[in-house]
């Protein structure tokens, strides 16, 4: 409501509570004061709600590295490339692959741009053999993924907390069984997808080597993982990463390496009272010093 209408309706009442009528030059005096009052709480308050949507948008977490960030990001445009150039040539008779090859210039192109990204895969798979080999944050990043008995014991919970017989979802760490389970499906299939790849494009070379059954299954197990990965892709990994009710439709962590402070809670409750026990040790130690 527009201030000055605030104002004279207050002083209406006030009169008609006390059964008295204002000097006229008093009563515009009384209503302008009250009106500039009402104003500048009005703008109190806006500024007030501003510094608390800021605060709020200031608690997050860093939770991955930029260099992290560019691997995921080579990873998976890469792949997503794979895919979209490798199943054509695997369905080559279907319509949509000829719609496809007739819009990028011919499954030439598409052979072509297969090899692209699979020089990228490659690329990004050395990549990332360095970084955990040789850095300390992929050292920790990639003791984080190991396997625990931890893991076996959160999946069975969240089986009994999905069939409703108990309420308490498992607690996760930096990662959770699902996420390591997608970080492990890469790892098999990266190995699997270039080694046979390599058998199919350098076959010239391998024919030379190997007796023509190891082309062969070469080309099976290529053909088959393509579909397994695109499946684990688009269903588990895109499920779990975006398309889970809670994060639907967009998970921007990944891109940007920000995680708010209420999905940390929600999601890495460990991960989120071990850093909070750091700060606050962290805090201490500088009171004392
Ligand atoms: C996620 C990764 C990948 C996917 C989904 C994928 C998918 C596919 C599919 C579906 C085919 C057709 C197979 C068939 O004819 O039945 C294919 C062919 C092929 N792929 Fe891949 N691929 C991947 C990675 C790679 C890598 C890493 C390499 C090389 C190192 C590679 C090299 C090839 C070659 C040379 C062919 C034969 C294509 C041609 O006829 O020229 N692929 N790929």
């Known amino acids: 409501m527009d201030p000055k209408k605030e104002a004279e309706k207050l002083i209406e009442e006030m009169e008609a509570e006390k059964g008295i009528t204002l000097d006229a030059e008093f009563r515009e005096k009384l209503k302008n004061e009250i009106a500039e009052k009402i104003k500048s709480e009005i703008e109190r308050k806006k500024r007030e709600a501003k510094r608390k949507v800021e605060k709020e948008g200031e608690e997050y977490f860093i939770r991955f590295s930029l260099n992290i960030r560019l691997q995921h990001l080579t990873l998976a445009i890469g792949v997503i490339l794979l895919i979209i150039t490798g199943l054509p040539i695997k369905f080559h008779e279907s ?89 492990w499906a890469v790892y098999w299939g990266v190995v699997i997808m270039v080694l046979s790849g390599l058998i199919l494009w350098f076959h010239n070379f391998f024919l ?82």
């Open 95 to 183: 319509k949509i692959a000829e719609l496809f090859f007739d819009l990028i210039g011919g499954i030439q192109v598409s052979r072509i741009l297969h090899r692209i990204g699979a020089a990228m895969l490659i690329f990004v798979s050395i990549w990332h053999t360095i970084y955990i080999a040789f850095t300390e944050e992929g050292r920790n990043e990639f003791k984080e993924l190991l396997p625990r008995k931890k893991d076996f014991l959160d999946f069975w919970q969240n089986i009994k907390y999905m069939l409703g017989k108990t309420n308490e979802r498992p607690k996760y760490g930096r990662y959770s069984y699902i996420e390591k389970f997608d970080y």
């Open 208 to 289: 030379g080597i190997f007796p023509k059954f190891v082309f062969d299954i070469a080309k099976e197990a290529h053909s088959d993982e393509a579909m397994l990965a695109t499946l684990a892709i688009v269903i588990w990994h895109w499920y779990n990463a975006h398309f889970n009710p809670h994060i639907f439709p967009f998970n921007p962590t990944i891109f940007t390496g920000k995680i708010s402070k209420e999905r940390m809670i929600r999601e890495h409750p460990l991960e989120y009272e071990r850093i909070m026990k750091e700060k606050l040790t962290r805090e201490e130690k500088s009171d004392e010093r």
